[in-house]
């Protein structure tokens, strides 16, 4: 697919994975649609870098768990854009144990489904409403950002990071991804990234991280077998090519944990054996 000259959509790019992503196809000569709800003055500093009267792109923001909300995105990218040819689902709401406790904490009243509006609903929202726009596109594409919870839940030295409504809400994400595939061939292509654990996500840079001891941070660490956390640029790469290159690719999860859900007990040496 030749990107430069496209039209995107970018979710979650004022800060780290999102913003990696966002400047990533900037530089491929994608246009693009960058929505933003919190994080003002991270919204204001992608504003500036993407926004002004002279840009390609253009900011908004939107609350993407509200339907009247996306469908004015929506209306915003048709005008400004005249169509849709990549979304890059990137929002979630997290809450790490280590930081959050238990959702029983009367401090934690609706974080549950708060993890389930954002991480899955709002996903789905979104495509939902995009899927008129990128059917008018020759060639489109789309990529789903999940995480690993969906796999391991709350176990191994990953429990203390990934919530169990989190983890139940990124088992749903691929199931979306496999639905998508089949409702937007042979147009859109719909793959999905299931990251392990980022600098900027679930990984250092993140307050519960730093929550961590220093032995249940070197725990999570051995844990993956390139014994070490990814950066927001590897996963850009990675949604470059599934966008650029992966003409041949749809329905498909790419899982880029570093060998977290592999890790664990390693194979024995080979025995000798007696014959």
Do not use: C
Request: aromatic share 6%; charged share 20%; net charge negative.
């Amino acid at each position: 697919m030749i990107i430069a000259g496209k039209n995107g959509l970018v979710l979650g790019a004022s800060r780290g994975i999102g913003l990696a992503i966002a400047r990533t196809l900037a530089r491929n000569g994608v246009r693009l649609a960058l929505p933003w709800f919190d994080w003002p003055e991270s919204a204001l500093a992608m504003e500036e870098e993407f926004g002004g009267h002279d840009s390609n792109h253009f900011t908004m923001q939107v609350d993407l768990r509200e339907p009247k909300e996306v469908a004015l995105l929506m209306a915003q990218i048709s005008k400004r854009f005249g169509g849709l040819d990549i979304l890059v689902n990137n929002i979630e709401r997290g809450g790490m144990p280590v930081l959050h406790g238990s959702y029983q904490q009367e401090v934690n009243r609706g974080q549950w489904q708060l993890e389930m509006d954002t991480t899955l609903h709002a996903k789905w929202l979104v495509f939902e409403q995009s899927l008129p726009l990128l059917r008018q596109s020759s060639e489109a594409a789309v990529v789903n950002l999940s995480s690993i919870a969906g796999l391991v839940g709350r176990s191994g030295p990953a429990g203390l990071l990934f919530n169990d409504g989190y983890a139940a809400a990124n088992r749903g994400v691929s199931s979306l991804t496999e639905t998508w595939a089949k409702t937007g061939a042979p147009s859109i292509r719909v793959n999905e990234i299931m990251l392990g654990l980022i600098d900027t996500r679930h990984g250092p840079g993140t307050r519960g991280w730093q929550l961590l001891t220093k032995e249940q941070q070197q725990a999570l660490i051995e844990h993956t077998l390139l014994q070490r956390t990814g950066t927001p640029e590897e996963i850009a790469q990675a949604v470059l090519f599934l966008v650029r290159d992966a003409d041949f690719m749809t329905g498909t999860v790419l899982r880029m944990d570093g060998g977290y859900v592999l890790g664990g007990e390693r194979p024995p040496e080979m025995p000798g054996g007696v014959l």
